[in-house]
């Protein structure tokens, strides 16, 4: 029986709104317990719940960018169900008329080809608060900072048919998320958090089979593996002539399996209806345009703006735009020195490399494009060589000073000076007699070892452009 | 002194015939000699009063102060009063004492008003006779073997046994109207949207609204306008101007048309009351108001739709009353939805109980279209009848309820009947237009309320309408025997 | 003609987590079922082309500024809680 694939995403992310959702209290992360919940966040009798309007705006904002019918007209509904980290007892969400509706993503596959993933709709809703059950003996504390956070659930089309697909769709609207400046995406902190619907068919069924949904994976690699082990596990049962039960499931990393979370009776009957307690959401066709206009250029048409006007390849292009703080960086980077493939080399090379060794974001990186701004331009005249440059750049990074600073301090300023390389020249042509004979006896290949024996001996600041040319003319028989 | 109203105790206050530590401890003394009689009090606030009696009396001497600066109220247990006990009429919130104020409290308490305590009220504010209260029934002043009425009903019975001169009440279905008419006092429940409904514990969101219960429209215009405004913290708060509700209180009603559902006088209303009502229209007559009948077709609809929209509303909103952040806990719960399920069932109270039941069935899986949603079309029936008949008159009249004040006990075992005694108030709520109970008389000797409808946002014009018939007679001034 | 009967009663109450007496479910059950007859008058309204009404003023959503207007009140909020440890609510625990 070949079997095939069917997988949904539901990504819940939290929007980077500095007041909740629903009240003014903060969304700073790793506050102490229930200092960051008000009234209103604690679900006191007799309060009410005030909109948030920058949660609309960055809702508007994604919308836009996945280009998704933006509803004029939309609705919040109280989802009812009791838990202890939902202290109204309903969460206030949007079922009927949500603010984002029909969108699509294109997304690269492995073998380069795209592939189009559609959006079903995106909205908005609270967040819960948390419980923890380490510290207390058959009992579990509840923190509600995190209650009323905003959210955007934004729900795909059951388009993807492999582990990869999903992984290459979460990317992508992580990547789509960070840039608009909608949501920080941080997994490890949880403003992004990924629920996989998997389920399997006949190839050639068009019904689809019973899914199971695999709640809150918060990380690339855990999604794909937690899908895998998904379909291995559901493909064992549909062989053995048995049925997938319609449930919600955890995945645990460390056994690398997936286990039932909620059996069935406590299938929930949410009663949705508008919350009476919030009236219609109205956002008019010269509002939304005025939000499109401060759409900041998203990575496909940054990336192919890169390959037109700055000639780089569709690799560097890509790597350089899959973050909005490194694309950022290199622009301020490429406009200044002029160089685009250059500045793309060590942003994508150097500092990149820096970064991810210290595990530091762009935005935070020690060396600001003025900095290396500053270093590139004294690789172009020529003032030290680019080898010279990336021992110049760790000082940098290391906090040392600017580029000027440091190749003063530690003498590093390139030998330009024809007569002083002349000089070192004829000292090793005249210690390596041998050499010299066999370079002139047509062994081309040796001009490395002199040029070699020139950068020892200047500590490589002698410029290798000007020693291959005075080699090759010194060394002539 | 406790037959006077909020206008002439401001005046003597301002006049220094006394002070307001010297009128709130003359209140303090009456309920405390008084209450016992009534049980229209859950929690007295003696020290607290006293204390804002004093701020009130230093603010006075210091300089300027508005009307209702000293002024003792009765505030409904409804309304969250910080570090102040607020039950809302339920063993669940017994042991609840709110660490924040309700806007409108804020809002009297920037008045400079004295607070004297927390009046008693049918539980969660579910009922029309104040018996469903965990804190024991209140007896109507007037014939204490019967009901106040409800949910308002300690309220009014405070203002009628002059306890105080005036308290605040909430109206969801007739909460403040049909106890105002009950008790012969005067009741205003505003356009929805008109007074904050932040802090005032809610029963159904978009039915529920606070205000004044008084013995005269004037003292009901001067609380409201502390009361009116819009509130940043209630999204359903109107931006509306408020504008100062006495002033046109003596506007002329020569001219004025006046509309009589044919609907409100049919079968089921007593015909003493009837009488009352067919005698306080003919006063309006004589101050050159015209008179013409009205149709309301829809009036039939307002129960069923209102018992649909309002418990449906409830059962969400009581959900958050679950005994982990607050209010009654049950002993020993032996895992989660134990401690929900004991802990809910052993505070709540029948009524309420039954309104959470018919709520989470009428919104459950299957049965939402054609209830919530099938009433909130019919909702909207109810509203445009309304709006066709405004078109005609200025204002629409009727009785507030279908009779006198019942028996206690009488309707308890009966929750349908109980349930229509807000005939004629109900669809005011589903229309969010505002509405006033004014005493017209009295049917087999007990009061009689007069109702005066208006299109939204006429409170001015419903006031003056008042005002003027209580210049014509002298009904808002009757108190009963036993707290004269 | 809607009969609620005993195990309709037990199922909406579990939903709404709320304690109901045995002894009291048939009543509550004749309860509800009245109510209901009641409210099944509106069957016979045509409300085809009439839109719900949410609100009875038909506004929309005021939008609020994106400011922290809430600083810590811990304490006072937490005065009034059950039980409270290290600052988290309790209760009975929760499997997952």
Same mark, same amino acid.
């Given at each position: 029986?070949?079997?095939?694939?069917?997988?949904?995403?539901?990504?819940?992310?939290?929007?980077?709104?500095? @007041?909740?959702?629903?009240?003014?209290?903060?969304?700073?992360?790793?506050?102490?317990?229930?200092?960051?919940?008000?009234?209103?966040?604690?679900?006191?009798?007799?309060?009410?719940?005030?909109?948030?309007?920058?949660?609309?705006?960055?809702?508007?904002?994604?919308?836009?960018?996945?280009?998704?019918?933006?509803?004029?007209?939309?609705?919040? #509904?109280?989802?009812?169900?009791?838990?202890?980290?939902?202290?109204?007892?309903?969460?206030?969400?949007?079922?009927?008329?949500?603010?984002?509706?029909?969108?699509?993503?294109?997304?690269?596959?492995?073998?380069?080809?795209?592939?189009?993933?559609?959006?079903?709709?995106?909205?908005?809703?609270?967040?819960?608060?948390?419980?923890?059950?380490?510290?207390?003996?058959?009992?579990?504390?509840?923190?509600?900072?995190?209650?009323?956070?905003?959210?955007?659930?934004?729900?795909?089309?059951?388009?993807?048919?492999?582990?990869?697909?999903?992984?290459?769709?979460?990317?992508?609207?992580?990547?789509?998320?960070?840039?608009?400046?909608?949501?920080?995406?941080?997994?490890?902190?949880?403003?992004?958090?990924?629920?996989?619907?998997?389920?399997?068919?006949?190839?050639?069924?068009?019904?689809?089979?019973?899914?199971?949904?695999?709640?809150?994976?918060?990380?690339?690699?855990?999604?794909?593996?937690?899908?895998?082990?998904?379909?291995?596990?559901?493909?064992?049962?549909?062989?053995?002539?048995?049925?997938?039960?319609?449930?919600?499931?955890?995945?645990?990393?460390?056994?690398?399996?997936?286990?039932?979370?909620?059996?069935?009776?406590?299938?929930?009957?949410?009663?949705?209806?508008?919350?009476?307690? =919030?009236?219609?959401?109205?956002?008019?066709?010269?509002?939304?345009?005025?939000?499109?206009?401060?759409?900041?250029?998203?990575?496909?048409?940054?990336?192919?703006?890169?390959?037109?006007?700055?000639?780089?390849?569709?690799?560097?292009?890509?790597? =350089?735009?899959?973050?909005?703080?490194?694309?950022?960086?290199?622009?301020?980077?490429?406009?200044?020195?002029?160089?685009?493939?250059?500045?793309?080399?060590?942003?994508?090379?150097?500092?990149?490399?820096?970064?991810?060794?210290?595990?530091?974001?762009?935005?935070?990186?020690?060396?600001?494009?003025?900095?290396?701004?500053?270093?590139?331009?004294?690789?172009?005249?020529?003032?030290?060589?680019?080898?010279?440059?990336?021992?110049?750049?760790?000082?940098?990074?290391?906090?040392?000073?600017?580029?000027?600073?440091?190749?003063?301090?530690?003498?590093?300023?390139?030998?330009?000076?024809?007569?002083?390389?002349?000089?070192?020249?004829?000292?090793?042509?005249?210690?390596?007699?041998?050499?010299?004979?066999?370079?002139?006896?047509?062994?081309?290949?040796?001009?490395?070892?002199?040029?070699?024996?020139?950068?020892?001996?200047?500590?490589?600041?002698?410029?290798?452009?000007?020693?291959?040319?005075?080699?090759?003319?010194?060394?002539?028989? | 002194?406790?037959?006077?109203?909020?206008?002439?105790?401001?005046?003597?206050?301002?006049?220094?015939?006394?002070?307001?530590?010297?009128?709130?401890?003359?209140?303090?003394?009456?309920?405390?000699?008084?209450?016992?009689?009534?049980?229209?009090?859950?929690?007295?606030?003696?020290?607290?009063?006293?204390?804002?009696?004093?701020?009130?009396?230093?603010?006075?001497?210091?300089?300027?102060?508005?009307?209702?600066?000293?002024?003792?109220?009765?505030?409904?247990?409804?309304?969250?009063?910080?570090?102040?006990?607020?039950?809302?009429?339920?063993?669940?919130?017994?042991?609840?004492?709110?660490?924040?104020?309700?806007?409108?409290?804020?809002?009297?308490?920037?008045?400079?008003?004295?607070?004297?305590?927390?009046?008693?009220?049918?539980?969660?504010?579910?009922?029309?006779?104040?018996?469903?209260?965990?804190?024991?029934?209140?007896?109507?002043?007037?014939?204490?073997?019967?009901?106040?009425?409800?949910?308002?009903?300690?309220?009014?019975?405070?203002?009628?046994?002059?306890?105080?001169?005036?308290?605040?009440?909430?109206?969801?279905?007739?909460?403040?109207?049909?106890?105002? @008419?009950?008790?012969?006092?005067?009741?205003?429940?505003?356009?929805?949207?008109?007074?904050?409904?932040?802090?005032?514990?809610?029963?159904?969101?978009?039915?529920?609204?606070?205000?004044?219960?008084?013995?005269?429209?004037?003292?009901?215009?001067?609380?409201?306008?502390?009361?009116?405004?819009?509130?940043?913290?209630?999204?359903?708060?109107?931006?509306?101007?408020?504008?100062?509700?006495?002033?046109?209180?003596?506007?002329?009603?020569?001219?004025?048309?006046?509309?009589?559902?044919?609907?409100?006088?049919?079968?089921?209303?007593?015909?003493?009351?009837?009488?009352?009502?067919?005698?306080?229209?003919?006063?309006?007559?004589?101050?050159?108001?015209?008179?013409?009948?009205?149709?309301?077709?829809?009036?039939?609809?307002?129960?069923?739709?209102?018992?649909?929209?309002?418990?449906?509303?409830? @059962?969400?909103?009581?959900?958050?009353?679950?005994?982990?952040?607050?209010?009654?806990?049950?002993?020993?719960?032996?895992?989660?939805?134990?401690?929900?399920?004991?802990?809910?069932?052993?505070?709540?109270?029948?009524?309420?109980?039954?309104?959470?039941?018919?709520?989470?069935?009428?919104?459950?899986?299957?049965?939402?279209?054609?209830?919530?949603?099938?009433?909130?079309?019919?909702?909207?029936?109810?509203?445009?009848?309304?709006?066709?008949?405004?078109?005609?008159?200025?204002?629409?009249?009727?009785?507030?309820?279908?009779?006198?004040?019942?028996?206690?006990?009488?309707?308890?075992?009966?929750?349908?009947?109980?349930?229509?005694? #807000?005939?004629?108030?109900?669809?005011?709520?589903?229309?969010?237009?505002?509405?006033?109970?004014?005493?017209?008389?009295?049917?087999?000797?007990?009061?009689?309320?007069?109702?005066?409808?208006?299109?939204?946002?006429?409170?001015?014009?419903?006031?003056?309408?008042?005002?003027?018939?209580?210049?014509?007679? #002298?009904?808002?001034?009757?108190?009963?025997?036993?707290?004269? | 003609?809607?009969?609620? #009967?005993?195990?309709?009663?037990?199922?909406?109450?579990?939903?709404?987590? =709320?304690?109901?007496?045995?002894?009291?479910?048939?009543?509550?059950?004749?309860?509800? @079922?009245?109510?209901?007859?009641?409210?099944?008058?509106?069957?016979?309204?045509?409300?085809?082309?009439?839109?719900?009404?949410?609100?009875?003023?038909?506004?929309?959503?005021?939008?609020?500024?994106?400011?922290?207007?809430?600083?810590?009140?811990?304490?006072?909020?937490?005065?009034?809680?059950?039980?409270?440890?290290?600052?988290?609510?309790?209760?009975?625990?929760?499997?997952?």
């Amino acid at each position: 029986m070949q079997w095939e694939v069917v997988i949904g995403l539901e990504i819940h992310v939290q929007l980077s709104t500095k @007041s909740k959702i629903f009240s003014g209290a903060s969304t700073a992360y790793g506050a102490e317990p229930n200092t960051q919940a008000c009234t209103v966040d604690l679900g006191l009798p007799g309060v009410l719940p005030v909109f948030n309007g920058e949660a609309l705006k960055k809702s508007v904002m994604f919308g836009l960018a996945i280009g998704a019918q933006i509803n004029e007209r939309s609705v919040f #509904d109280r989802k009812n169900y009791f838990y202890p980290d939902s202290p109204k007892a309903y969460q206030i969400s949007q079922l009927y008329y949500p603010i984002v509706g029909e969108g699509f993503i294109d997304v690269d596959l492995e073998d380069g080809s795209q592939k189009r993933i559609g959006v079903t709709r995106a909205h908005m809703e609270e967040d819960a608060g948390k419980s923890l059950h380490e510290s207390f003996q058959n009992q579990t504390g509840i923190d509600l900072n995190r209650a009323g956070t905003p959210l955007l659930e934004i729900v795909s089309e059951p388009d993807m048919r492999s582990a990869k697909e999903a992984v290459a769709y979460m990317r992508k609207i992580h990547s789509i998320v960070r840039y608009l400046g909608v949501s920080d995406g941080n997994m490890q902190e949880g403003s992004f958090r990924c629920d996989a619907n998997v389920s399997l068919r006949p190839k050639g069924q068009e019904e689809f089979g019973t899914r199971a949904e695999l709640k809150n994976i918060n990380s690339f690699r855990f999604v794909e593996k937690a899908i895998n082990v998904e379909i291995e596990r559901q493909m064992d049962i549909l062989e053995s002539g048995a049925t997938v039960v319609q449930e919600t499931r955890l995945y645990d990393a460390d056994k690398n399996e997936t286990r039932s979370m909620r059996s069935k009776e406590e299938a929930n009957d949410y009663r949705y209806f508008p919350d009476p307690d =919030l009236l219609p959401i109205v956002i008019s066709a010269e509002e939304i345009e005025a939000i499109r206009s401060t759409l900041p250029e998203l990575p496909d048409a940054k990336c192919a703006r890169y390959m037109d006007t700055l000639a780089l390849s569709e690799k560097d292009a890509k790597a =350089l735009t899959v973050d909005r703080d490194m694309a950022d960086y290199y622009e301020a980077v490429q406009q200044a020195i002029g160089d685009a493939k250059m500045a793309a080399n060590w942003i994508l090379g150097d500092v990149a490399a820096l970064n991810n060794k210290h595990a530091i974001e762009f935005k935070e990186c020690p060396v600001n494009p003025e900095q290396l701004i500053g270093l590139l331009k004294r690789i172009q005249d020529n003032t030290i060589s680019g080898k010279i440059a990336k021992e110049v750049f760790e000082a940098m990074y290391a906090g040392e000073g600017d580029a000027d600073t440091i190749i003063d301090k530690k003498g590093l300023k390139q030998i330009t000076d024809t007569g002083a390389i002349e000089a070192i020249i004829d000292e090793i042509i005249a210690n390596n007699p041998s050499q010299v004979a066999e370079f002139q006896s047509g062994k081309d290949k040796l001009i490395g070892f002199f040029v070699g024996q020139v950068m020892k001996a200047s500590k490589g600041k002698a410029n290798p452009g000007q020693v291959n040319q005075l080699l090759q003319t010194k060394l002539k028989p | 002194m406790h037959n006077k109203t909020i206008a002439e105790l401001s005046a003597g206050l301002k006049a220094g015939e006394f002070t307001s530590v010297e009128l709130t401890q003359s209140y303090l003394n009456r309920i405390h000699s008084l209450d016992e009689q009534l049980n229209s009090f859950i929690t007295v606030t003696p020290e607290l009063a006293l204390e804002q009696a004093k701020q009130a009396d230093a603010q006075r001497a210091a300089g300027h102060v508005g009307i209702l600066n000293g002024i003792p109220l009765a505030q409904k247990d409804i309304f969250c009063t910080k570090g102040v006990k607020t039950s809302c009429g339920s063993k669940m919130l017994e042991p609840f004492i709110s660490p924040y104020d309700a806007t409108t409290i804020t809002k009297f308490n920037g008045s400079g008003a004295v607070m004297l305590g927390k009046t008693n009220m049918d539980e969660f504010a579910m009922g029309s006779s104040n018996e469903t209260s965990w804190y024991g029934p209140v007896k109507n002043p007037w014939q204490l073997d019967s009901v106040p009425g409800g949910s308002s009903g300690g309220s009014a019975a405070v203002v009628a046994a002059r306890l105080a001169p005036a308290a605040t009440g909430t109206d969801t279905g007739g909460s403040i109207r049909q106890p105002a @008419s009950f008790c012969g006092i005067t009741g205003l429940k505003p356009t929805y949207g008109r007074v904050s409904r932040y802090g005032m514990i809610a029963f159904a969101s978009s039915l529920d609204q606070a205000g004044p219960m008084t013995r005269t429209a004037e003292d009901a215009a001067l609380m409201l306008n502390v009361m009116a405004g819009l509130d940043s913290r209630d999204s359903t708060s109107v931006d509306e101007a408020v504008p100062d509700y006495t002033a046109d209180l003596n506007n002329s009603l020569s001219g004025l048309k006046i509309g009589l559902p044919k609907e409100y006088f049919s079968e089921g209303l007593d015909d003493a009351v009837a009488k009352v009502i067919e005698s306080a229209v003919k006063e309006y007559e004589k101050m050159g108001a015209i008179v013409k009948e009205i149709s309301l077709p829809t009036s039939n609809l307002a129960v069923p739709t209102y018992y649909i929209i309002a418990p449906s509303e409830c @059962s969400s909103n009581l959900s958050r009353i679950d005994g982990v952040r607050y209010g009654y806990r049950c002993e020993d719960p032996k895992d989660l939805n134990d401690l929900y399920i004991r802990s809910r069932g052993e505070g709540f109270g029948a009524e309420v109980k039954r309104r959470i039941l018919v709520g989470t069935y009428a919104l459950s899986e299957g049965f939402y279209d054609a209830y919530y949603v099938k009433a909130q079309k019919t909702r909207r029936l109810i509203s445009n009848d309304f709006n066709q008949a405004f078109a005609d008159v200025d204002v629409i009249m009727g009785p507030a309820a279908p009779s006198t004040a019942f028996k206690l006990g009488e309707l308890t075992d009966d929750p349908i009947t109980m349930y229509l005694s #807000d005939i004629y108030t109900i669809a005011v709520n589903l229309a969010g237009l505002p509405g006033m109970s004014i005493p017209a008389g009295f049917a087999n000797g007990m009061p009689v309320g007069l109702q005066l409808i208006g299109q939204h946002f006429a409170e001015s014009k419903l006031l003056n309408i008042a005002h003027q018939f209580q210049q014509e007679t #002298d009904w808002h001034t009757q108190t009963p025997d036993a707290f004269k | 003609m809607s009969k609620l #009967d005993k195990s309709d009663v037990e199922k909406i109450a579990f939903l709404a987590r =709320l304690g109901v007496d045995e002894q009291d479910i048939p009543e509550y059950a004749t309860n509800l @079922s009245n109510i209901l007859d009641m409210v099944e008058q509106l069957d016979s309204v045509d409300t085809q082309d009439v839109r719900p009404m949410a609100h009875p003023l038909d506004a929309v959503q005021r939008l609020r500024a994106d400011v922290v207007t809430e600083t810590n009140d811990r304490e006072n909020l937490q005065a009034c809680a059950p039980e409270v440890e290290q600052g988290l609510y309790l209760v009975p625990r929760v499997v997952e």
